[in-house]
């Protein structure tokens, strides 16, 4: 498979997922029970959007030959900076709150990208949205904006006091089994667990990785891997 052929499966995703999407429908996109911390205060709750943007590889090779997935594709991540006081150090899509001045959250997530990671905006085709998801431990609502990265540009941590780094993931290496394992995080006298990604040192887990595993299972890309490979990771 190469990238033309994504381009339409998560154009045909977004289709299956309208109804919910025009519906403003948060049941089928809540985080899994063994993720929630507390309820989410829907009373106080803020707006996200978040920008899960693939392309074309271009100068990084993935690790893994592929099997279901395209094997020129990767997703745009950044890594936060240690020092933010909420999920410091995490890997995340590029994105953020929902502002006055944004038009949709679709603009506000063009907008984060371009400040986190230098993005060129009209390079960046966007193709729909996804349903909203609960972030409980911030009290967010997000929105996950799918974009197609039709001219790719250089991207950058433009403020290095919020993102540590910034870089493109070969979506190959993503689905790998060898990659895929729980982080478990204890918190309240309690655990809880989520499906993560260890990309050569790098670890996705938490929100984007739950968001991330679940869109690799719908896109149909996803490969078994074994979630009892558990890796213990402190809380932040």
Do not use: Y
Not at 128 to 141: D, I, M, R, S
Not at 221 to 233: K, Q
């Amino acid at each position: 498979m190469t990238s033309g052929p994504a381009r339409e499966d998560l154009l045909a995703m977004i289709e299956r997922h309208r109804p919910l999407v025009e519906a403003g429908d948060l049941g089928a996109s809540k985080m899994p029970s063994s993720w929630m911390f507390e309820g989410l205060d829907h009373s106080l709750a803020r707006r996200a959007a978040v920008l899960i943007l693939f392309g074309r590889l271009d100068d990084i090779d993935a690790m893994a030959a592929p099997l279901t997935a395209p094997a020129d594709l990767d997703v745009l991540f950044v890594e936060r900076a240690a020092n933010l006081r909420d999920h410091p150090g995490q890997v995340a899509f590029p994105g953020g709150a929902i502002d006055d001045t944004d038009s949709s959250s679709r603009a506000a997530a063009l907008r984060e990208a371009q400040e986190e990671t230098g993005l060129d905006p009209a390079g960046v085709e966007i193709l729909g949205q996804l349903p909203q998801a609960e972030l409980p431990v911030t009290n967010f609502v997000v929105t996950p904006v799918l974009g197609w990265w039709k001219l790719p540009c250089e991207v950058f941590a433009v403020d290095q006091r919020e993102s540590a780094s910034v870089f493109r993931a070969p979506v190959a290496d993503l689905v790998d089994p060898r990659n895929r394992l729980s982080v478990e995080v204890s918190r309240g006298g309690q655990k809880h667990r989520s499906p993560a990604f260890d990309l050569h040192g790098r670890l996705i887990w938490g929100f984007t990785g739950i968001v991330l595993s679940r869109l690799l299972d719908d896109l149909g890309w996803a490969l078994p891997w074994d979630p009892s490979r558990i890796r213990p990771h402190p809380f932040s």
